[in-house]
């Protein structure tokens, strides 16, 4: 890991990172995200016969049901740095129109589509405001841009227990300037990212429940093979670094335990707002 953040080195492992987890990710997402996606596509309101961007799709979890919502008359492109993530999109999706494309640097004309949503990107990219204008440009006037984030560190626990536990024992691999993954969930915040971005009548919506695991075992594999540039991170510390993040990541993930099962609280965000 680097000591200062260097936004085009950072997105280049990102993609490296994601090609490396997609199948271990697509995995991840089947047992999580469906539920958290159909909520997220029901918010954005889109609308038979539109055209609809998906900007970090991933294996297509949000796509699919985008698809299904504007119907056979409506269109759906789905974009993504990682290709192996597209390949995967592409297996669920068949005709979709899928392209291995940087959401900071869109190659899309001015004003391509009705709609354009984006599940569990923002807080990922390099230059989440560069990225959030290029889906402002490339949405029609009068669109919606709509955005899940991961919530507040707190109650976003499926990842925050792996993470901070990880940044405790390896302060180093948070470079300053690096994309944080609540940055937007805090009360208010990515409602003020959409509003600075001079989108009009946003609204937002918070998401919160529980992922259950086997064991705490369990949840370490599935966050350490499958959440992306996190695996990256742990694979780049000595053994015994990993190791002791391991123990501290089982020992706390003891106290979500019910009965025979882990039950980890999640909490995601969305918003949505009009292009003037």
């Known amino acids: 890991m680097t000591s200062t953040f260097d936004p085009k080195a950072y997105t280049q492992e990102l993609r490296e990172n994601w090609n490396a987890a ?3 990710y697509k995995r991840l997402s089947a047992d999580f995200f469906p539920p958290i996606a159909k909520a997220f596509v029901d918010f954005c309101a889109l609308k038979p016969g539109q055209s609809v961007l998906d ?17 056979p008359k409506g269109k759906v492109v789905g974009v993504d740095l ?3 993530m597209l390949k995967l999109a592409g297996e669920r999706l068949g005709a979709v129109d899928l392209r291995e494309m940087d959401a900071e640097e869109m190659d899309f004309p001015d004003a391509s589509f009705d709609a354009v949503i984006c599940q569990l ?4 990219f390099a230059r989440p405001e560069a990225a959030l204008s290029e889906m402002i440009r490339v949405v029609k006037p009068g669109g919606k841009v709509s955005c899940l984030v991961q919530g507040a560190k707190d109650k976003m626990v499926f990842t925050s227990l792996i993470m901070s536990t990880m940044i405790r024992h390896a302060p180093d691999l948070k470079a300053p300037g690096a994309p944080n993954l609540y940055a937007f969930g805090g009360e208010g915040r990515l409602e003020w990212a959409l509003k600075t971005c001079e989108l009009k ?4 919506e918070r998401l919160s429940g529980t992922f259950g695991f086997a064991s705490p075992e369990a949840y370490w594999e599935t966050m350490a093979s499958g959440a992306g ?5 742990l ?3 000595p053994a015994a670094v990993r190791s002791a993040i391991k123990q501290d990541v089982l020992k706390t993930a003891e106290n979500y335990l019910i009965k025979d099962r882990m039950e980890i609280p999640y909490e995601v965000v969305m918003a949505s ?3 003037a």
């Open 22 to 24: 997609a199948p271990h």
């Open 55 to 71: 900007v970090a799709c991933g294996p297509g979890t949000a796509t699919v049901l985008a698809k299904s919502a504007v119907g």
């Open 82 to 84: 990682s290709v192996e």
């Open 121 to 124: 990107g923002l807080m990922l």
């Open 201 to 204: 009548g946003v609204r937002t």
């Open 229 to 233: 540039r996190t695996g990256m991170m």
């Open 235 to 237: 694979k780049s510390l």
């Open 273 to 275: 707002g009009s292009k």
